[in-house]
């Protein structure tokens, strides 16, 4: 017994990969966020598909459900938004999974952070500023571990990518300001990236919190914060050696200019 958990991808419903596609299509059973999830990615599946909506769902009727499926023979697969990875709740499920002696296969799909660093055309590591990336969120409900704590991520100056804190930008500012971020540092917000109402707000430190509000952002919002993030950047001139004439690697003998 084998069940696939896909990746589905920020929004768009072009933005799962084939193989996660596929896999859709030819399940008897779909399972799927469906408080994240497009509809569209159900567009294809076989006529006789059972299709479940899991967001009103809670953890031991999912994986019962699943379980009963697939001991009955059938295809079974578990969606989820953006890439199982980051925040998707699948370890609870596998380890469920497994006891039932369930095996497991992942596929992997373009997680919100990436897809909202393309709508912003944004680098997060630019050569010279920054060649770190933090993905994390703020403390709210949801406890952080001690050693986690924002103002201490913060200290490294550098990307910080916040999921689920669209509701905590106050104590964000707080934190990195804490940290020592200037208020001049650039942040910019995608709500529902990809997606046909998505909105991008570009703001710094000082005044994320009132453009939240402004444009009643609350949820399904990603957080990017630095000066990778900076709207100018490109016309600076940070350059990576990659493509540095004067570099020689792997692939390129450098030239002496
Ligand atoms: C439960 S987490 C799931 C993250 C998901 N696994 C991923 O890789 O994007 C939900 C959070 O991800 C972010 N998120 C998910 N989809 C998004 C989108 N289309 N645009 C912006 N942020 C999104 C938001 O921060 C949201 O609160």
């Known amino acids: 017994m084998k069940i696939h958990i896909i990746g589905a991808g920020p929004g768009a419903a072009d933005l799962i990969t084939l193989r996660g596609y596929r896999l859709i299509q030819e399940a008897d059973v779909v399972l799927y966020a469906d408080s994240l999830v497009n509809e569209e990615l159900m567009t294809d599946v076989k006529p006789s598909a059972e299709v479940v909506k899991t967001a009103g769902m809670h953890l031991e009727e999912m994986v019962e459900m699943m379980v009963n499926r ?3 023979g059938k295809k079974v697969v578990r969606v989820h938004t953006g890439d199982p990875a980051v925040y998707g709740a699948i370890m609870e499920q596998i380890g469920l999974l497994k006891n039932a002696g369930v095996e497991i296969e992942i596929v992997p799909g373009v997680s919100s952070v990436f897809a909202s660093a393309a709508e912003l055309q944004a680098e997060l590591t630019i050569p010279d500023l920054t060649q770190t990336v933090i993905l994390t969120r703020a403390e709210g409900r949801t406890p952080v571990p ?3 704590q924002l103002k201490d991520l913060a200290k490294h100056h550098c990307t910080i990518s916040l999921f ?4 905590l930008t106050k104590k964000v500012v707080k934190e990195l300001m804490d940290a020592g971020w200037s208020k001049e540092t650039p942040v910019a917000v995608v709500y529902k990236a990809t997606w046909p109402d998505q909105k991008i707000v570009r703001s710094t430190l000082e005044h994320l919190d009132e453009d939240m509000k402004k444009n ?6 990603m957080i ?3 000066w990778a993030l900076d709207p100018s950047i490109h016309e600076k001139d940070y350059r990576s050696k990659l493509y540095d004439k004067e570099f020689t690697h792997g692939y390129r003998r450098g030239v002496k200019s």
């Open 70 to 72: 697939l001991q009955e």
């Open 146 to 148: 001690e050693f986690e």
């Open 164 to 167: 689920l804190s669209a509701t």
């Open 216 to 221: 009643g952002i609350r949820k399904q919002a």
């Open 224 to 226: 990017l914060a630095g």
